[in-house]
């Protein structure tokens, strides 16, 4: 018999012929206390602790899946399936947490778990860490994507159950300072890119039925109330898109399971689904201990010379991301105004009486500051707290700078991002009269599934966009596209 139990956010208990699996159970706040499980899953706790189970599966590092509170409480004595991820990040913590039966899984790598029973690892192959599980229950295939991006062109078919995505999980656009309107337009943007992506996979997979899972979460500190905001923010209600789904996906049964609800015989929706502001409300009492956390104690101070250390070994860890680098980063905190000059050009020149033109702002709060600094968190776990606002000019996303951020203190991912921007132009794939670069330069999808029209190329992962004649980056980020036309046979961008 198999059974599929949500367990709210992305965390499933699967049991097959007398296994059981525990993947990704979530339940304490994450991102410097920002983040909680949505709706509220604090009561199966006590059971998925007492549980037993033969296999656990942790999809990658970030605190919503890698709830490390919970995981110290589970019984050792379980077989951990890990993402065999180029750093060594996600291995050690599950070593230091006394989980020592591992099992490490490279991309598409399938481990048997029982007689009728496989997993088989699906990686994001860029720089980004992060990664999904194919479960063949004797003949049943369960996909949880969770928020991983495993290239279009290598999902597998034939799939009974997806669980993936359809909100955001970034900071992009809603911790930006854009005016009204050009914020309502980016989000809108945002959001069609998200559902979009989820048809494309849903159709690739070729799913049978789809559990809307891994996000959104909501925000309970009353400072970051805002982005509980459905309608305005990146973190949309399933019922807000379940309309275009449909449209989009006719034939795929949605099922919308809450938390502890067996996936195939879901409830019916709670006060959660009809009265988010009523039911926030009350679960914020119920967590207020929990997100006042961040706000407890005093903030030892924060000098200029301190943030400079802590960028002056980003830095050294990552010289050959910044390479001819050369951009200034306006940090600000709480009184405290630090100029930095980064980039291994910035190392070597002299810049002390240059004016500072900074083309990212970050507004860091000194206690989210000193969280980095004393190492408690990256800045990525920083950015996604929503606590940090951002201001960039040009309106351009910088993937060095933000990859120095959030990957800086792992070097085995900028150094891959690195690879991927030598390699990215080196395969090459021919569509629609035009042979262009095969892999993204942003993460590396395979543009071999590149929506082409109107004389543009767009990535069916984060969307960014060329022109086709060019291969300039028309929205997304900067980096250009190789493209070449076959009619003239030669480089035009
Ligand atoms: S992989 Fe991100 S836009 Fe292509």
């Given at each position: ?115 009728d ?61 854009y005016?009204?309107?050009a ?52 973190f ?24 502890g ?5 879901p ?18 009492e ?14 030892p ?76 968190a ?26 120095l ?65 060019t ?9 250009p ?13």
């Amino acid at each position: 018999m198999t059974e599929i139990r949500h367990l709210g956010h992305a965390g499933f208990v699967v049991g097959h012929a007398g296994l059981r699996i525990l993947i990704d159970p979530w339940f304490h706040p994450a991102f410097l206390d920002a983040w909680f499980p949505y709706p509220d899953n604090r009561a199966l706790l006590p059971e998925v602790v007492e549980d037993r189970y033969d296999f656990l599966y942790v999809s990658h590092t970030h605190e919503d899946h890698f709830d490390e509170r919970l995981l110290g409480r589970l019984s050792r004595d379980v077989t951990v399936l890990v993402p065999r991820f180029r750093s060594h990040g996600l291995r050690k913590r599950l070593n230091r947490l006394g989980f020592g039966r591992q099992v490490l899984l490279g991309h598409r790598e399938t481990y048997r778990l029982g007689p009728d029973t496989t997993a088989t690892m699906l990686l994001d192959t860029s720089h980004k860490e992060d990664s999904g599980l194919l479960l063949d229950l004797g003949g049943y295939r369960f996909l949880d994507l969770n928020d991983c991006n495993t290239p279009m062109s290598e999902l597998p078919d034939g799939i009974d159950l997806l669980a993936a995505q359809y909100s955001g999980a970034m900071w992009y656009p809603n911790a930006y300072d854009y005016p009204p309107e050009a914020m309502a337009a980016k989000t809108a943007a945002v959001r069609a890119d998200l559902l979009d992506t989820l048809v494309r996979k849903v159709k690739l997979t070729g799913a049978r039925a789809y559990l809307p899972s891994a996000g959104p979460a909501c925000f309970l500190d009353p400072e970051l109330d805002r982005f509980n905001d459905r309608a305005a923010t990146i973190f949309p209600h399933w019922e807000d898109v379940a309309g275009a789904f449909a449209d989009a996906c006719p034939d795929t049964e949605v099922l919308r399971a809450a938390p502890g609800d067996l996936v195939d015989s879901p409830s019916e929706p709670g006060s959660w689904a009809t009265d988010p502001a009523g039911y926030l409300a009350a679960y914020r009492e119920r967590r207020r201990d929990e997100w006042e956390g961040y706000h407890r104690g005093q903030v030892p101070a924060v000098d200029a010379a301190e943030v400079a250390a802590h960028f002056a070994r980003l830095q050294r860890l990552n010289r050959s991301l910044l390479a001819d680098y050369r951009r200034d980063l306006r940090l600000e905190t709480d009184g405290t105004v630090c100029a930095l000059p980064l980039g291994e050009l910035a190392l070597r020149v002299e810049l002390e009486d240059e004016p500072v033109d900074p083309a990212y702002t970050i507004k860091v709060p000194a206690r989210a500051l000193r969280a980095v600094l004393d190492g408690r968190a990256g800045w990525e776990e920083a950015l996604l707290s929503m606590r940090l606002t951002l201001h960039r000019d040009p309106d351009v996303f910088d993937l060095t700078l933000l990859s120095l951020l959030r990957y800086g203190h792992q070097p085995a991912q900028t150094r891959q991002l690195v690879r991927e921007r030598t390699a990215a132009a080196g395969q090459l794939v021919e569509r629609d009269g035009l042979r262009f670069q095969r892999y993204c330069p942003h993460a590396g999808e395979d543009l071999g599934h590149a929506a082409i029209a109107d004389g543009v190329i767009e990535c069916p992962r984060h969307h960014w966009k060329w022109d086709a004649r060019t291969g300039r980056c028309l929205s997304g980020g900067s980096l250009p596209l190789l493209v070449e036309h076959l009619s003239l046979e030669g480089p035009v961008g």
